[in-house]
């Protein structure tokens, strides 16, 4: 199988983040993006509910219509959108084989951004046992169902989870007819509330079983039960339903980036980038929720225009990856990107992301380089878990770029 | 009408047993509970072609499962059932089990299996770097193998109906009225199998009922043994996994069984398990905790490794064990009836060779079982397996018909011509895990995230839907 076919840059994966590198370079080169669904547009495209396009669009949108917004602008950029076709594996340093109905071939490129997103971690991964009945999905899949398909889902719902997806779930259930009995996470109650902003108050009438775990599932043909523990008392409750949301528990769609043997962040799984979004691998970037586990689709897409400097770059004088490392301090679980020049570009919107296994309301965050603190701020925004925490990164601007590692953390 | 034999269950061993009697001048029925054929403990298994090595010498096991090997092997080339001849080692981690490796080899040569061979700790780190730190040396035995167990089941049953027998899922037998061979009656002196679909009038029954062949042994009016449910709980991890185990890893078998090993599948992924526990419910195919702790304990023993990466699927399969060890198959001419229980732990590897021993019992009985002239070849299952071509990675197969290059599935990469195969074969899909079996969708890392809805609107239509279908 010979090399197919060549362009200056090739997209994988055409959700926001991708659509949205492919609008913003498609003016000064050759862009193909390389998508496996029938059409473009990612997750939002599934997601039939309001809460897209703020920080990006400047407008609350519907997903399907921010999926299509972003579709459009690249398009119109000038774009090439191949649909219906999957990048299956690396056959050169920038070079991948795609199956599609017109064949399978090969796309070289000068430069490759990964923009393949995340999934959310279904039962199996959550290691929920019980039996295996009818009923039990993840977000992505109830949507699929609801939206794309217009399918029953059932009357009484237990979500698993207590992160902003959890709420876009039990907004899809209502609008399918189907009651959320409980919502299970294992977060305190208060913080689960806390992160319910932009959905609109009336979901708020489900109940929140806070510090608890699903711990079985129960019913032969269709889920009858599913068995509640306390993780303080070990007290466990049965609660009827017919229908089990496994929500967010985000991770990765990294398998191109690990088959490439991209550096990867133990946190988020996904491949480790400097402030430009370059991985390691020279000529091969990564942006949206590939990076970082899972933030909304607006600075999935932010992500797709900031990483378009850096693609010129490579293109004009080959840049690579630089930086100092940057790691996270429990309870932080990951900081995206994970590497930092001193003084030299910083990450989109200057912030970095990070995600956090507890709630601090007003935190202080610290840098510490060698032990020693090189910044400090404090946030107006609390750290809550379950949603993205977004930290200022001028609290890196002291960084010394001849000295280690650069740890961040957390101060209540 | 009064068919020459009914088999009783379309599970590996029903259905070899079915495939061989339809392929004489005998009229065959194979009578399922189920709605579909594989549903039972043939489709939850391990999915290891064993070569038998450690069977107990001079057991109808011992033999059947040896020859078994054999046949499901070339029976697998002729069909297309996916196999992969990955090998095993058996690894010991102490002075004890250093000592039984031995025994175990002398075993294996009294069961007439000569390659074996006793390797040292480094040799063993040589086959699985990855293995834990510990190891002590180790058993080759490169003839094992792995199967694709679904494939294996439908092949049969298909083989079988394009043969002529009938396949009558649905109808569970509830009681019996065992005929007296009397040709006076309606039904000529046959036996009846009274089932929830209406009854089935037979001359000859074979009880090929699994977990419930005691019951209908029963119903014959037999006590002679007891089945005991025993759960075996697995773990599948996730492809990336797999360069982990380039083989399949056996612990040292105990007297509990063949204890938890760690295997590739031959889908790609990986395998830790299984569990053993004695039950009672002999329907509780379900995971439970303790078996979920348990396993990742022994994970955690022998691979650490393997424990960072995703779980793609976790679930329970139920052997059917019997309180004496060895199968028990026996044939009463005055019932005209025939037992095949018992078969535990090895059924996947020696259904073809039970049914081969069935036939042979029969044959002494008078039946005649001679092979008929006019067989339909058998048939050619899709591959289902990462070692061979699959439909998304074939050029040709996509630039004859475009379905092929329309992936579905993302995470098994299957395609929509795939699934419209399966929903149109000789032998289609009864529900969503039936589709499963047949293609792998949505068995992938992601469980339905991005298909789930597309693949039961397949389902749903019997045919992929346009949208679906997309330009292909
Ligand atoms: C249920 C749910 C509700 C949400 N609600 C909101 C909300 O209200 N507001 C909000 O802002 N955000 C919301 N989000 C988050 C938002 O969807 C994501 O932030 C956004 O989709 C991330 O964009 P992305 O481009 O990084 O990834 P994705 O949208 O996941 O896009 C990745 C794309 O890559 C494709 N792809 C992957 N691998 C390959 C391959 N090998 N070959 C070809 N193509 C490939 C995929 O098919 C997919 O289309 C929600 C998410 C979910 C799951
Ligand atoms: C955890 C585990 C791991 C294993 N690993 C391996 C392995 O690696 N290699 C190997 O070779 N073997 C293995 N086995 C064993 C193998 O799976 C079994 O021996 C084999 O599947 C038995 O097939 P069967 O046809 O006898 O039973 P089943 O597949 O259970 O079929 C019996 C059928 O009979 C039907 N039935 C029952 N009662 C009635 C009734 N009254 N009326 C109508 N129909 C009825 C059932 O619905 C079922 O479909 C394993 C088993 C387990 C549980």
Redesign the pocket.
């Known amino acids: 199988m010979a090399e197919d076919r060549h362009v200056a840059v090739l997209v ?8 949205a590198c492919a609008a913003s370079l498609a003016g000064s080169c050759e862009v193909l993006v ?4 029938q059409r ?8 039939d ?6 920080r990006d669009r400047r407008r609350l949108m519907r ?1 399907p219509a921010y999926a299509e917004a972003w579709r459009t602008a690249a398009l119109d950029a000038g774009a090439e959108l191949l649909e219906g ?4 594996g690396w056959t050169g340093d920038r070079e991948v084989s795609v199956t599609s109905p017109a064949g399978r071939f090969r796309v070289g490129a000068d430069a490759v951004v990964l ?6 971690r279904p039962r199996s991964a959550r290691r929920i046992p019980g039996d295996r009945p009818d009923g039990v999905l993840t ?2 899949q ?2 699929n169902l609801v939206h794309l398909r217009h399918h029953e889902v059932g009357h009484a719902a237990v979500v698993v989870g207590g992160e ?2 959890s709420w ?2 039990v907004l ?1 259930l209502r609008e399918a007819g189907c009651r959320t009995v409980a919502m299970v996470t294992p977060y305190a109650k208060a913080e689960a509330y806390a992160l319910f902003r ?2 609109g108050r009336a979901a708020l009438r489900v109940p929140v079983v806070g510090h608890s775990d699903v711990v079985r599932i129960e019913g032969r043909v269709r889920v009858r039960s599913v068995v509640v523990r306390d993780r303080a008392t070990g007290a466990e409750t049965t609660v009827a339903c017919d229908t089990v949301v496994t ?1 967010g528990d985000w991770i990765p ?1 990294h ?2 980036a690990r088959s490439r043997g991209l550096e990867l962040d133990p946190g988020t799984r996904g491949p480790a980038v400097d402030a430009a979004l370059r991985t390691d691998a020279p000529g091969v970037f990564a ?4 990076l970082h586990p ?8 932010l ?2 225009a900031h990483v378009v400097a850096a693609v010129r770059d490579w293109l004009d004088r080959g840049g690579t990856r630089r930086g100092v490392r940057i790691a996270a301090e429990p309870p932080l679980r990951w900081v995206s990107p994970q590497y930092v020049e001193p003084g030299g570009e910083p990450p989109a919107r200057e912030r970095l992301l990070s995600w956090t296994d507890t709630l601090v309301r007003r935190p202080v965050v610290e840098a510490l380089q060698d032990g020693r603190v090189v910044g400090r701020c404090r946030t107006w925004w609390p750290a809550a878990p379950g949603r993205v925490f977004r930290i200022p990164s001028g609290i890196l601007d002291d960084v010394d770029a001849t000295r280690g590692e650069v740890t961040v953390r957390l101060r209540a | 009408m009064t068919y020459d034999v009914a088999v009783i269950g379309a599970g590996i061993v029903g259905s070899a047993i079915a495939r061989g009697l339809a392929g004489s001048e005998l009229s065959v029925a194979l009578v399922e509970a189920r709605s579909d054929v594989g549903d039972g403990t043939s489709k939850a298994n391990t999915a290891i072609l064993h070569t038998g090595f450690d069977a107990s010498p001079g057991t109808l096991e011992s033999r059947l499962v040896a020859r078994g090997y054999h046949l499901l092997g070339e029976y697998a080339e002729a069909t297309g059932i996916p196999v992969e001849r990955t090998g095993a080692v058996l690894v010991a981690w102490n002075d004890e089990e250093l000592a039984v490796l031995p025994g175990l080899k002398e075993k294996a040569e009294a069961n007439g299996y000569h390659a074996c061979a006793i390797v040292d700790a480094d040799e063993v780190y040589g086959l699985v770097p990855a293995l834990a730190p510990g190891a002590r040396g180790g058993l080759r035995v490169p003839g094992e193998a792995i199967i694709c167990t679904w494939t294996t089941n439908l092949a049969l049953a298909t083989d079988a109906r394009r043969r002529g027998a009938a396949l009558l899922t649905d109808h569970r037998v509830e009681s019996v009225t065992v005929g007296d061979g009397s040709r006076a009656a309606v039904t000529e002196g046959a036996t009846v199998l009274h089932t929830t679909r209406g009854d089935i009038a037979a001359t000859w029954v074979v009880n090929a009922a699994g977990l419930g062949a005691d019951q209908l042994d029963a119903a014959f009016g037999h006590r002679r043994f007891t089945v005991t449910p025993r759960r075996g709980e697995l773990f599948v991890f996730d492809k990336l996994a797999r360069p982990m185990v380039p083989l399949i890893v056996l612990p040292v078998p105990s007297s509990r069984g063949k204890g938890v090993l760690v295997s590739p599948t031959i889908y790609g992924n990986v395998m830790l398990g299984p569990t053993a526990e004695d039950l009672t419910d002999r329907t509780a195919t379900g995971t439970s905790e303790a078996g979920f702790e348990f396993l990742w304990e022994k994970g955690r023993a022998l691979m650490p490794q393997l424990l960072e990466e995703e779980v793609t699927a976790s679930y329970a399969g139920l052997r059917a064990a019997i309180d004496r060890p060895d199968y028990l198959v026996d044939l009463d001419p005055d019932q005209r009836y025939v037992l095949v229980g018992g078969i535990r732990s090895t059924g996947l590897t020696s259904g073809m060779a039970v049914a081969e021993h069935v036939l042979e019992l029969l044959t002494e009985a008078g039946l005649d079982c001679s092979p008929r002239a006019d067989l339909p070849p058998p048939p050619r299952m899709p591959n289902l397996g990462e070692a061979g071509i699959r439909p998304y990675q074939d050029d040709a197969r996509i630039a004859a018909d475009p379905a092929y290059g329309t992936v579905v599935c ?1 995470c098994e990469r299957v395609t929509a011509g795939e699934i419209r195969d399966a929903l149109a074969s000789n032998l289609p899909p009864a529900d969503l895990d039936g589709l499963r079996r047949r293609t792998r969708a949505m068995n992938g890392r992601c469980q339905g995230f ?1 298909c789930g809805a597309a693949v039961t609107a397949c389902l749903e239509q019997g045919a992929v839907p346009e949208e679906v279908a997309g330009r292909g």
């Open positions: 994988v994966g055409g959700g926001p983040s991708g659509l390389v998508e496996r669904e473009a547009g990612g997750i939002p495209r599934h997601s509910h309001t809460g897209y396009g703020l997903g076709a999957m990048v299956t923009a393949t997103g995340v999934r959310e977000t992505g109830l949507q902003l997806v876009s779930a899809t932009w959905a929500t769609d398998e191109l942006v949206g929720n590939l899972a933030d909304t689709a607006d600075v999935a897409a992500d797709g | 993302f991005y």
